[in-house]
């Protein structure tokens, strides 16, 4: 049940940045959105592993 809600997780992290990217092309730094998305991820495999 857990990685059920973590790729839930990724995958709405990944749909959120995806649609702002749609609609605000200007307003999404490229290297700080990585940056968050990779943080992001790491939190979540830490969480899924613990």
């Known amino acids: ?8 997780c990724a995958a709405c992290a990944l749909i959120a940045l995806a649609g702002l990217a749609l609609l ?10 990585t940056c968050a998305l990779i943080l992001t991820f790491a ?8």
């Open 1 to 8: 049940m857990t990685v059920v809600f973590g790729v839930l």
């Open 24 to 33: 605000a092309p200007r307003d999404v730094p490229p290297i700080t959105g």
């Open 43 to 50: 939190a979540l495999g830490v969480a899924i592993l613990r």
